[in-house]
C-alpha cells in the first residue's frame, strides 16, 4: 500500500482517480485550493482532503509530508497571458516541495509532443514534464493525445460537433492523425505507477490501439451513435482561432477552452513508443479501442452515471470569490432581489424541482431571455448555458449548471449558485425551501456585488428586467412543484471508472 497524494481531485481525471486508488487499497490524501468542492463525493469520507494552493512553497511541502506517491494533475485549459509562466512555478514549486518531503515518485499526465511545431498548451504541458524530470525525485511523465470518456472535454467536443452537424465545413486539421485513448486506460496506468517498484525516471507515450483522423473518429461516433455518415467538408482559411470559436458555437465547450484543443490537433499526435508496457503489462483482452470506449462514455451518458465533467475543473477567469455575509463586504454594496411564495406543495416537491433547475428543465422564466444572456455570454468568451449539468437530478459543490456552478447544497434546505457568465461584478442566486405552522414556502434570492461604476450601472440597467425574470421564476416553480410526481430516495452508489 502507497501512500498517494492527488492534486487536481476537483477535476476531470483526478476526481476519478482517487476512487480507483482507493480501490486498490492505496492510502489517499486531496490537495486542493477549495476542499469544500470535494465534500460531497461520495469517496470523500475515505480520503484526508488538505487545502494547499501549489504556487504556495509552505502549503505545498505540508501536502506532501509522508507521502510516497505524488500526482500532478494540474494545467491550465483556456488560460490567457501568463498562463506558461504560472505553470512553471507551480511545478517547480511542487518538485521541489516533493524532494524536501522526500516523496518517492511524482506522476504526472500530460500532453503527447508531436515533432512540429507545438502550440502554446503543448509546449507548456511539455515543459512542466521536463521539471519534474530533471528534478530530484523520480518522475513517470505520461503524455496523451484525445482522451475519450465520458464527460471528457475532447469527447464532449466530438460528441456535440457530430450530433449536430450532419454536413459541415472543417479546418485541415480534421485530416490530422491522432492516437486517441480511452479514459479507463488512462486511470489504469495512472493507478499502476502507485506500485510499481522500478525506479523509473521517463516520459511514456500512452495512447490506445487506433490511429484515426478527427474525421474518422467523427465518423466513428457516427456509427457507434447510430447516426448517418457525415458529410465533412475541408476549408483551408479556418483558421485555430476560428475553428475554436466555430466550436464554441456548436458545441457546449467555450471558444477559450476550444482553443488549446484545436491548436493541438494541428499536428500530427501519434505514440512514438509503447514501452510502458515494461512495466505496466497491457491486460489479456488488449487495450480499449475507439469504437469501445465510445460505447462505453455513451452508456455512462445515457444511465446518467458520469462521475466527472470537463467543467469540474476551475473556468480560468470564472469568479471563484464566496458569498459575501457582511452586507457592506469589500467596502462596497451588494444589491439583493429577494422573493418568497408559499406553495401547495410538500417540502420534498418543492426541492426536488429546485436541485434540478437548469440543463434541460430550464429556469422556468422566459425562455428566450435566459437563450439570449445565454449566447451574449459565449460571444463575449464566457462559458454561457450550453455546459448544462452532469446529473439531471441531483447536485453536488462544485458542479455547473449551465453558467452557474454550485457554491452550497443543503439537502431540503438551500441552492447557491454562484454566477459564472461574463459580468461588472460577482453574482449569486440563492433558491431555499422552509417549513412554517404546516405551510411549504419556497425562498429566492439574486445578489449581485458590483465591481467598480461599470457594475452598478449593470446592476440598475438591469433591474427592469428582474420583475420579468426573477419574478416569474417563484410562481412557475411552484406550480411545477404542485404537480411533479416524487422519485425515489437517492442513495449515491460508489463512483467507478466508467467510461
Known amino acids: 500500500m502507497a501512500r498517494c497524494l492527488v492534486t487536481g481531485a476537483t477535476g476531470y481525471i483526478g476526481g476519478r482517480l482517487v476512487p480507483e486508488l482507493l480501490a486498490a487499497g492505496h492510502e489517499v490524501r486531496c490537495m486542493a485550493r477549495s476542499p469544500q468542492r470535494l465534500r460531497d463525493l461520495s469517496w470523500a469520507a475515505r480520503t ?48 521541489a516541495a516533493a524532494e524536501r518531503a522526500g516523496v518517492r515518485r511524482i506522476v504526472y499526465l ?70 486517441p485513448i480511452a479514459v479507463r486506460d488512462v486511470l489504469r496506468y495512472l493507478t499502476a505507477w502507485a506500485s510499481v517498484p522500478a525506479e523509473v525516471n521517463r516520459a511514456f507515450d500512452i495512447g490506445g490501439p487506433d490511429v484515426l483522423t478527427y474525421a474518422d473518429m467523427m465518423q466513428g461516433y457516427a456509427s457507434v451513435a447510430s447516426l448517418p455518415h457525415r458529410m465533412i467538408i475541408p476549408v483551408r482559411v479556418l483558421t485555430p482561432k476560428l475553428s475554436s470559436l466555430w466550436v464554441g ?39 480499449i479501442g475507439f469504437p469501445e470506449a465510445v460505447r462505453l462514455a455513451l452508456k455512462k451518458i445515457k444511465e446518467a452515471d458520469v462521475a466527472t465533467r470537463w467543467s469540474s475543473a476551475a473556468t480560468p ?26 406553495v401547495s406543495a410538500d417540502p420534498e416537491a418543492l426541492w426536488q424541482v429546485i436541485e434540478g433547475i437548469g440543463g434541460r428543465n430550464g429556469w422556468y ?15 463575449f468568451g464566457g462559458v454561457g448555458l450550453r455546459r448544462g449539468r452532469r446529473d439531471a437530478y441531483r447536485l453536488r459543490v462544485g458542479d455547473t449548471v449551465d453558467f452557474w456552478r454550485v457554491e452550497e447544497v443543503l439537502p431540503g434546505r438551500l441552492l447557491r449558485l454562484r454566477a459564472e457568465m461574463r459580468l461588472p461584478g460577482l453574482a449569486w ?36 428586467f428582474h420583475g420579468l425574470v426573477f419574478g416569474r421564476m417563484p410562481v412557475n416553480i411552484a406550480a411545477k412543484a404542485a404537480r411533479q410526481p416524487l422519485r425515489g430516495i437517492y442513495s449515491p452508489g460508489p463512483s467507478s471508472r466508467g467510461g
Open 48 to 95: 484526508h482532503i488538505v487545502k494547499a494552493d501549489a504556487t504556495d512553497p509552505g502549503q505545498t511541502r505540508q501536502a506532501l509530508d509522508g507521502i510516497d506517491v505524488a500526482y500532478y494533475l494540474i494545467h491550465t485549459m483556456g488560460g490567457t497571458g501568463r498562463f506558461a509562466e504560472n505553470d512553471r512555478r507551480a511545478a517547480e514549486i511542487f518538485a
Open 110 to 179: 500530460g500532453g503527447l509532443v508531436p515533432g512540429e511545431r507545438l502550440s502554446p498548451h503543448l509546449r507548456s504541458r511539455a515543459e512542466v514534464g521536463e521539471i519534474f524530470l530533471k528534478a530530484g525525485v523520480p518522475a513517470v511523465v505520461l503524455r496523451a493525445a484525445v482522451v475519450i470518456g465520458s464527460g471528457s472535454v475532447s469527447f464532449e467536443m466530438l460528441r456535440h460537433l457530430t450530433e449536430r452537424l450532419p454536413v459541415m465545413t472543417t479546418p485541415r486539421w480534421v485530416h490530422s492523425r491522432t492516437q
Open 249 to 287: 458555437l456548436v458545441t457546449p465547450v467555450p471558444s477559450g477552452i476550444a482553443r488549446p484543443l484545436v491548436e493541438s490537433l494541428r499536428n500530427e499526435s501519434v505514440c512514438g513508443e509503447h514501452d510502458i508496457s515494461r512495466y505496466v503489462p497491457d491486460p489479456e483482452e488488449g487495450l
Open 317 to 342: 477567469g470564472a469568479p471563484s470569490d464566496p458569498l459575501p455575509t457582511d452586507p457592506d463586504w469589500a467596502g462596497g454594496s451588494l444589491y439583493t432581489d429577494s422573493r418568497s411564495i408559499q
Open 365 to 379: 422564466s422566459l425562455p428566450g431571455a435566459w437563450h439570449l444572456r445565454g449566447l451574449l455570454d459565449r460571444l
Open 429 to 464: 442566486l440563492e433558491l431555499g425551501v422552509s417549513r412554517s405552522s404546516g405551510r411549504t414556502y419556497y425562498h429566492q434570492r439574486a445578489i449581485f456585488h458590483p465591481h467598480g461604476l461599470l457594475g452598478h450601472l449593470y446592476w440598475w440597467a438591469t433591474s427592469p
